[in-house]
């Protein structure tokens, strides 16, 4: 099998011509849900297709064939035809019949239920950032998550606050996480490599803001991952501006909302024990790197529209700065 | 001016319903260009991530229930009497306070672009910010403290009175107010999909009102029918808009699809193919739309079961939609078919609204559904039906039935200009955003990274959207050009079948001179049955007497937006100023002497 069926929609094939890569396409699964998703939207596809190319066929026969033409006789005044009113009324009950099938056979497989064996995660999406809870193992991420390529995952979403939609396209469709009710997803990836996703659902100011990424690790890059993850937070060697920063952090508003292990227990905010592993900073907005870190540090609000993490009062100063981000990064 | 201000007459208040209506549509249509202009590139920084929010908030509660909703509704004040051999509507003094609520409703929602200041919101514009679906419980005053929700769901629940009133006031019209010998199965398709969509206007309201009762209750009197702490749930709100949200999409369809199923008629010589299946399948639309709201919700997680079902009964809706198509084409064919702006429109019509119809089929699938909601795919299936579908179908109307409002025709040569470039616009504004949507861009963003993929197919939408705009302005200019220059339109400009080409253009103040008896479905065509009936004479035979006009539907209806301007300014004196303008507006006209 190739690896993405590309000639599966002519939508596909039109999009060959504009480029790409497409991080976020529906078009291009990369698990057992969303193939099953684009199978049945490949079928319907075609359906609606043909039906389109007959009807405006019919229509612009007509159109052409009975315009107006100087000397034509007076049409025949005909008020309606049974038969055919039959035909065409079955006509498309019977095309919706193989849309229909198909549709309530993929509804049930893919209703949410995960193998017994399958990685449960927890996942709640707060405005505007996804937290990420592995029951199983323990550990508590925020905005990149990683899966085992070829186990299967269950997701139980929910929401700390207001309704959000938790939405990876290559890996499957979207569900909305709701305060008050769990859903579930349940797809096994196919192929190892880092997607993107963000929230669907109309959520406030940021919602164009909270992104995620999901990372397929192979089975022992995951075990690598989860090793790290579990462990305590680093701790900065003295002397150094990270045991500088350790100290800024202590003493500053961080703790109140985000959890360091042994350090703070904030839990409004993402969990930061290992944020120096992850790649990007504030919901997938930006690289995890110095300079976003210090204006993220310093103005989040700026870099995102009414991010809770308002300017500190009174203001950090540079060196304060320089020494939480050398903090933050050496927290692997 | 005092005559317009006091009007009672239903083409006056058809008149002043197009052009509010129209200044609306205008407002919305900037709206949209602006959010256009956000999404050229990638990273677009031209508005706020706040006030980008507004503007699809506002953009799409515009279109809704400012533009689309009310210039429908300017075709059943002006026509649907003339088409019934009526003087008037029912309830003519309820008719004018139907449009003063209207019109001070959409001034009271747009009042939110510009009176920040009064609220101390650092910014001008406060207008809502919800979207036009407003889920809870981003709009509880937990999450959303202004004033923007609050214009919205005060807006809302006085523009749904004037939907209420007018609702009652056009199916009393349609049901006693026929001329004689007019059976129901006589009245015409549009005047037909007039009576369904009342009917769908009726029962949908009071539930959106409820729903917004609840909200207004949360918000103001801390009430929690919203909100899951309180044991209650946001999911709640879902069920009740929805549940008004989608017979709400056919009311905004049903009276273009009337419009279209008139004009095909006329312009092919040929009687409406399948008039009896077209109305009945109109009714079990009208049915039918109340059990499918939960296809809005299929990403919610309903379980398996309700998701089948609902998938189910939305595909079953497909089924007398399709059947009106087809009746539609088999009209034109062999007909006689003269190529008028209106008909372009009215074939354009059914050229989009079956894109929109069959993208429509795979939301109703909840598996693809899951990967398209929220996305542009589904912000492309809604433009496929209401614009490609419902703007198109009320422009067919609007150069059909102009010359009868106003009396002469517009041009034709700056219609087709402007019917061409409407249609390529909106194939490139409304076209990709299917693809946008599959390659993973959700709707509601003020914002996309370059990674998407999606830049190239977003600045071509764009570019779409500024050629409807040139359209639109192409369609002001003959709008304009008309007063002075437009050909005079005479009784009838198109040899329609129905009685208000009957009478002259634009009609006298009573319509008729002698209410017509009617014998056929086609009065004023000769068919293999019958010949064309005679046209009124042209003076009455007799003095008709005409109803003056009166100043009190307008007071009544300024208490309501007096009303609301209470909790919104939580300002108690206001509420009692607003129930005594009210009270006053009511007592007056109720006991306003008969011969004013």
């Known amino acids: 099998m190739s690896r993405y069926r590309w000639w599966s929609t002519p939508a596909a094939l039109f999009l060959l011509g504009c480029g790409g890569p497409f991080p976020q396409s529906t078009l291009h699964p990369h698990s057992d849900f969303a193939r099953a998703t684009d199978v049945l939207f490949t079928g319907i596809f075609w359906w609606a297709a043909a039906v389109f190319v007959v009807v405006e066929a019919l229509l612009l026969v007509a159109l052409v064939r009975f315009r107006h033409r100087e000397g034509r006789p007076a049409p025949k005044p005909t008020h309606g035809h049974t038969l055919m009113e039959i035909a065409w009324t079955l006509a498309p009950a019977a095309i919706l019949v193989f849309v229909a099938v198909p549709t309530v056979r993929t509804i049930f497989a893919t209703a949410g239920e995960a193998p017994a064996d399958a990685l449960k995660v927890d996942v709640i999406g707060h405005q505007w950032w996804w937290e990420f809870r592995y029951q199983e193992l323990g550990l508590v991420t925020a905005n990149e998550l990683h899966v085992p390529l070829g186990r299967a995952v269950q997701l139980s979403i929910t929401s700390a606050d207001v309704i959000h939609s938790f939405w990876i396209p290559p890996l499957g469709g979207k569900r909305d996480a709701i305060p008050g009710h769990v859903t579930r997803i349940a797809f096994r990836p196919d192929r190892v490599g880092e997607y993107t996703g963000q929230c669907a659902e109309f959520c406030g100011a940021s919602h164009a803001n909270m992104r995620l990424r999901v990372v397929v690790d192979s089975d022992s890059a995951f075990g690598r991952w989860a090793t790290v993850q579990l462990a305590g937070p680093a701790a900065p060697a003295s002397g150094t501006a990270a045991e500088r920063g350790k100290a800024v952090f202590a003493r500053s508003a961080c703790i109140g909302c985000h959890t360091i292990r042994g350090v703070s227990p904030g839990v409004i905010g993402p969990n930061l024990t290992h944020v120096g592993s992850r790649t990007t900073i504030a919901s997938g907005l930006f690289p995890n790197d110095s300079a976003h870190l210090a204006r993220w540090i310093a103005d989040a609000p700026s870099l995102k529209p009414g991010s809770l993490m308002t300017r500190m009062q009174p203001p950090l100063t540079d060196a304060d700065i320089a020494a939480l981000v050398a903090y933050l990064q050496s927290l692997q | ?596």
Do not use: C
């Not at chain 2, 999450?143 to 005060?154: E, H, K, Q």
């Open chain 2, 1 to 596: 001016m005092k005559s317009w201000l006091t009007t009672t007459d239903h083409k006056r208040i058809g008149l002043l319903y197009f052009f509010t209506a129209f200044a609306f549509f205008l407002i919305g249509g900037i709206e949209a260009l602006v959010i256009r202009a956000q999404l050229a590139q990638p990273n677009g920084h031209l508005v706020t991530a706040e006030t980008y929010n507004q503007l699809f908030t506002m953009h799409g509660t515009t279109m809704v229930f400012l533009a689309l909703m009310p210039l429908s509704a300017s075709f059943f004040n002006y026509i649907v009497p003339l088409q019934i051999g009526a003087r008037d509507v029912a309830f003519p003094r309820l008719n004018a306070f139907s449009y003063w609520v209207f019109l001070l409703g959409g001034l009271f929602l747009n009042a939110s672009w510009l009176v920040g200041p009064l609220f101390h919101a650092g910014t001008l514009n406060v207008a809502p910010d919800g979207g036009w679906f407003g889920y809870a419980n981003l709009t509880e005053r937990q999450f959303s403290p202004g004033p923007n929700i609050d214009f919205w769901l005060l807006g809302l629940q006085i523009l749904g009175i004037s939907s209420l009133a007018a609702g009652f006031n056009f199916i009393v019209t349609i049901l006693n107010l026929r001329a004689p010998g007019m059976r129901m199965m006589r009245v015409p398709a549009f005047t037909w999909m007039t009576l369904v969509t009342q009917f769908l206007v009726i029962t949908a309201f009071p539930v959106i009102t409820v729903g917004l009762a609840f909200l207004m209750f949360d918000r103001f009197f801390g009430t929690h029918f919203y909100v899951h702490e309180a044991g209650a749930t946001p999911i709640l709100w879902q069920h009740l808009f929805w549940l008004f949200g989608h017979p709400e999409v056919y009311i905004l369809i049903l009276p273009a699809m009337g419009i279209v199923s008139d004009v095909l008629p006329t312009f092919a010589r040929k009687p409406l193919f399948g008039y009896t299946v077209v109305v009945y399948s109109g009714v079990l639309i009208g049915f039918m739309g109340w059990g499918v709201w939960s296809h809005h919700m299929f990403s919610v997680g309903l379980g398996p079961i309700a998701d089948s079902v609902f998938s189910a009964t939305t595909m079953l809706i497909a089924v007398p939609t399709g059947v009106k198509i087809f009746n539609w084409i088999a009209t034109l064919w062999g007909g006689d078919i003269r190529g008028t702006t209106a008909l372009h429109f009215a074939v354009g019509f059914i050229a989009m609204f079956i894109i929109g119809g069959l993208s429509g089929v795979t939301h109703a699938s909840p598996p693809a559904d899951l990967q398209q909601t929220d996305t542009y795919y589904v912000v492309a299936h809604i433009h496929y039906v209401l614009f490609g579908g419902t703007i198109m179908g009320l422009f067919a109307g609007i150069y059909y039935w102009w010359p009868k409002m106003t009396g002469r025709l517009l041009s034709e040569t700056l219609g087709k200009w402007h019917f061409w470039l409407q249609f390529i616009g909106m194939n490139l504004a409304f076209f990709p955003m299917h693809f946008i949507g599959l390659l993973g861009m959700p709707r509601r963003v003020y914002t996309y990274p370059p990674e998407l993929g999606v830049a190239d197919l977003n600045l071509l939408s764009t570019i779409g959207a500024f050629l409807i705009a040139l359209s639109i302005s192409v369609f002001l200019v003959n709008l304009l050009r008309t007063r002075t220059h437009g050909q005079r339109a005479g009784n009838d400009p198109w040899g329609g079948a129905t009685l208000e080409w009957s009478i002259a253009s634009p009609p006298p103040v009573y319509n008729f001179s002698v209410i017509p008896t009617v014998a056929n479905r086609l009065p004023r065509w000769k068919t293999e049955h019958h010949e064309p009936m005679r046209d009124p004479p042209t003076t009455p035979p007799a003095p008709i007497h005409v109803p003056g006009g009166s100043w009190w539907p307008m007071l009544a209806a300024l208490g309501l937006p007096i009303l609301a301007l209470a909790p919104l300014t939580r300002t108690l004196w206001l509420a009692f100023v607003g129930a005594a303008v009210l009270l006053a507006g009511i007592y007056l006209w109720a006991f306003e002497p008969f011969e004013a």
